[in-house]
């Protein structure tokens, strides 16, 4: 594994990435409700305990969208990826989980690995991760039963695979937005924000 | 000793050899005088060399015995040596042994010596033991005098001490019998004690019969006591018999009651379990109509909702109806918004362009307004400086005629003195002259002065005139940039608000996730949890709506009444039968129910009639426990007695009203000494109806 070398490789960067955004959507989804806390099963990763869904369906279908997008950030194709939940009575999307990505075009595959140690991304990690679980406090209730979905704004040029679609951004109609931290592997750059609708009491 | 013997052979051997030797020499020596000289010489040589060889072999043999007799010298050296050395070993044993001898022989003799020393010694010592036994001797020769004359002594004391004992023996008898008198004594003495412990026992006796007795008494007493009790007892439980005999003889009759009461009892119970059966089909009815009732809640609210949907779903088909686009699904309307969106961007840009073109053409406008007040300022300069030239041409044509007008006054003068030159009286003359020509030069030089300092003045004013022209020009140049200046920085303001305005927006946007739709695009995986939810939605709306169905029908096959239902539903609606039974028991108890009330109401208003009209009264209860009286012959309408009941016995007492407080005379009257209510009632009835009457 090019974590392990000293340095971190565009592939590298890639990985890490990834698996922040696999730990980060489970946070989200068990934070949020989305799926009953009992689906969830504590693992412990960036040396803090997360909890991670057990639900072979949600599973598989987070396994591909991971997969699809590691290959996405290896190309430097990928602009962001979000995280749409949405009411399912009113079909009104609720919250946005926005992740930004920067990724510097001039790490190529062949050149040398950047100088950043792995401990300092997992830190940069962890305090994301942390700001999200902290989120929850002045997000609004989800009252209703809510669903998910993952949509990715890649380039325009990309070729879309097979069992993916264009879709629409579902934006959120009078929304709030925050912004929450951000980190870096000096190849790609997370910036994170949280848009969510506004209630009529505040 | 051989040695010797031997060396005596070789002696005696080399002698005999040595005899031979010279016997030949002689024999030879003798032989030879016969032959002639040479052989004689020869001889004689021959004799030479003998005799040589015989000196030769004599000295060897001398050798030889020298060497024997040197090796027999030595070996009998040796052997002597040999001897000596046994001799002397031998001689130095004996020598040893004579000094061991000697040694012991001298310690022997020490010995002996300390043998002697200590016989003598001991001789001493006996000696001195036999003086000592001596003097020992002597002295017990002398305590043995001693003692003799000691044992006469003591023969003498025996003889005294004899007579004390005999002295004392007679003693010793007087005591004895004084002894035995008072062993008598004490006999006698036991015998009085032996008496007394036999009082002594029969006492002790005694006290041990009363103690018996004692203890035999308070049993006794105790027995008493618990016999009382017994008595009391049986007394009590006398007339508790007695109460009971005739407790007892109400038994058949309890008995009777008994009987009667197990029987309700149980025929309570059976009523009971009925009524309990009765209620729970009542329960369970009730329950399955609010089931039904919520089910037909449930049903309007989702056929509200339908309406809402359908409403929706017409005002998003009549969107595109309204707006004149050809829309049919929200992403035609999206791409209508991206649409508007890029033309807004078109004509922001184009809004930009004209914008920097003014800009551009301002500060074209700007930068040729200053060359332009250059421009003008020159040209007033220049006029100005025409002005001042043309000024300062007048001024010395001034000049020039004053210097004129002097050269003329000078010349005149000059003329008067050339024609004053003949005359004589030049003087005073002269002097008036050169007064009046000082007086004109001062004039002259005053008025200079006085020209100058008005020049200077009319210049520096000219100046000043200048200075203020220029600077009422900068002034207005200053006025007119200050104000370009000032709308130029409210614009570049304006601009920067919009700019930071747009960025926000833009940030915005990025934040609520817009994006540029020519460079990205928003892809998502067909098979993703919300359209797997809203797919699920939609089947549990339409089964929710296929139950709503099937729920109507039987909603309305129930309603007709009709017979077993044979839907496979999960509702468990009992025979319909019961329910019209229960139904028609429900309506014809409401139906006695309200019969019942009308009659009471009836009844009640007839009665409350009778009383108004038999007493006089219509009693109103007002409040609970107040009753309100109000008279036939009232004068006005408000005019009323109350009166509140105190104790659940009957009794009123009558509260203070407008009315009561004019009736004080017959309150106290009736109420306070008559006490009785009925008299004071008929009282006011009279009083009012005599009020009416005369009126």
Same mark, same amino acid.
């Given at each position: 594994m090019s974590k392990t070398l000293k340095g971190i490789t565009l592939k590298g960067s890639a990985e890490l990435v990834a698996e922040f955004f696999s730990f980060g959507i489970n946070s989200i989804l068990y934070q949020r409700g989305i799926y009953p806390a009992e689906t969830f099963t504590r693992v412990t990763q960036y040396d803090m305990s997360l909890q991670l869904t057990t639900d072979a369906k949600l599973k598989n279908y987070l396994t591909n969208v991971i997969s699809q997008l590691k290959e996405w950030l290896f190309d430097c194709t990928v602009q962001k990826l979000v995280v749409v939940i949405t009411c399912l009575e009113t079909n009104e999307v609720l919250e946005r989980w926005q992740f930004d990505l920067e990724c510097d !075009?001039?790490? !190529?595959?062949?050149s040398a690995p950047r100088e950043k140690s792995i401990k300092a991304i997992q830190e940069e990690i962890r305090s994301v991760i942390r700001q999200i679980t902290a989120t929850v406090t002045f997000l609004p209730l989800l009252e209703t039963a809510c669903a998910f979905d993952l949509l990715i704004y890649t380039d325009k040029d990309l070729e879309v695979p097979e069992q993916w679609e264009e879709s629409g951004p579902q934006l959120i109609d009078q929304s709030e937005e925050v912004r929450l931290r951000s980190f870096t592997t000096t190849i790609h750059k997370v910036n994170s924000m949280v848009a969510y609708k506004r209630t009529n009491s505040t | 000793m051989d040695d010797m013997e031997d060396d005596t052979t070789i002696f005696s051997t080399l002698k005999s050899f040595k005899s031979l030797i010279s016997c030949p020499d002689r024999s030879l020596l003798e032989t030879e005088?016969?032959?002639?000289?040479s052989g004689l010489q020869n001889l004689y040589t021959k004799r030479v060399e003998l005799e040589e060889a015989a000196e030769r072999v004599r000295s060897h043999t001398n050798l030889l015995q020298l060497t024997q007799e040197k090796q027999q010298m030595e070996l009998s050296h040796k052997r002597a040596r040999i001897e000596l050395e046994k001799e002397a070993n031998s001689s130095s044993r004996d020598l040893q042994r004579e000094i061991d001898r000697n040694r012991e022989l001298l310690l022997q003799i020490r010995r002996l010596e300390e043998r002697e020393e200590k016989a003598n010694q001991a001789l001493n010592e006996q000696m001195e033991n036999n003086k000592a036994l001596k003097r020992n001797f002597e002295e017990l020769h002398k305590k043995a005098n001693e003692k003799d004359s000691k044992l006469a002594e003591a023969d003498q004391m025996i003889s005294e001490l004899k007579d004390e004992t005999r002295r004392l023996n007679q003693q010793i008898q007087i005591q004895e019998s004084k002894f035995s008198t008072q062993n008598l004594e004490i006999q006698a003495l036991q015998e009085q004690l032996d008496v007394q412990r036999k009082k002594f026992q029969d006492v002790s006796q005694r006290y041990q019969n009363l103690q018996t007795s004692h203890s035999t008494s308070t049993e006794s007493e105790l027995k008493i006591k618990e016999l009382e009790r017994r008595l009391a007892l049986q007394e009590q439980d006398s007339v508790i018999v007695k109460n009971m005999k005739s407790e007892v003889a109400r038994l058949p009759e309890l008995e009777r009651e008994i009987k009667r009461l197990r029987e309700e009892n149980t025929f309570l119970r059976e009523t009971k379990e009925n009524n309990s059966l009765l209620r729970e089909e009542t329960e369970g009815l009730r329950r399955k109509l609010e089931r039904m009732e919520r089910a037909m809640e449930e049903k309007l609210k989702v056929e509200l909702e339908k309406e809402k949907l359908e409403h929706e779903l017409q005002a998003w088909e009549n969107i595109g109806q309204s707006t004149g686009l050809?829309?049919?699904k929200p992403e035609d309307l999206s791409r209508e918004v991206i649409q508007i969106q890029q033309r807004e961007l078109n004509l922001k840009q184009q809004n930009y362009t004209l914008n920097s073109s003014i800009r551009s053409v301002e500060k074209a406008r700007t930068e040729l307004m200053p060359e332009i007040a250059q421009l003008r300022a020159k040209a007033q300069e220049e006029q100005k400086k025409r002005e001042n030239q043309d000024s300062l041409v007048r001024r010395l044509q001034k000049r020039v005629l004053l210097l004129t007008k002097e050269r003329d006054g000078m010349r005149a003068i000059l003329e008067s003195y050339d024609s004053e @030159?003949?005359?004589?009286?030049?003087s005073p003359q002269l002097m008036l002259r050169v007064k009046e020509a000082e007086d004109m030069l001062q004039k002259v030089q005053t008025h200079n002065t006085e020209m100058e300092t008005q020049l200077s003045k009319a210049q520096e004013e000219a100046g000043s005139f200048k200075l203020q022209a220029q600077m009422k020009l900068h002034c207005i140049v200053f006025v007119f940039l200050r104000q370009k200046i000032e709308e130029l920085e409210s614009e570049r303001q304006q601009l920067e608000e919009q700019n930071n305005i747009l960025e926000m927006r833009l940030e915005r946007h990025n934040l609520q996730g817009g994006y540029d739709p020519v460079t990205t695009k928003v892809i998502h995986l067909q098979m993703n949890p919300t359209s797997i939810a809203k797919q699920q939605r939609t089947e549990e709306v339409e089964q929710l709506r296929v139950e709503c169905q099937r729920l109507r029908d039987r909603l309305r096959k129930i309603e007709a009444g009709?017979?077993?239902?044979?839907?496979?539903?999960?509702l468990i609606i009992p025979p319909s039968q019961e329910i019209l039974d229960l139904r028609k028991q429900m309506e014809s108890a409401e139906l006695k129910n309200q019969r019942l009330k009308e009659v009471f109401q009836k009844k009640i208003q007839e009665f409350r009639t009778a009383c108004y009209v038999l007493t006089g009264y219509q009693i109103d209860i007002t409040v609970e426990n107040q009753y309100r009286l109000t008279s036939v012959y009232a004068e006005h309408m408000e005019d009323s007695l109350l009166f509140k009941s105190t104790g659940p016995v009957g009794s009123m007492q009558l509260l203070e009203t407008d009315f009561s407080r004019t009736l004080t005379g017959l309150v106290d009257l009736h @109420?306070?000494?008559?006490?009785s209510i009925p008299v004071f009632l008929s009282a006011v009835t009279i009083e009012l109806f005599s009020r009416q009457t005369v009126t």
């Open positions: !075009k001039t790490a !190529k595959e062949g | 005088p016969a032959f002639g000289r050809n829309i049919r @030159l003949a005359t004589s009286e030049y009709g017979g077993m239902t044979t839907d496979d539903t999960t @109420l306070f000494h008559q006490k």
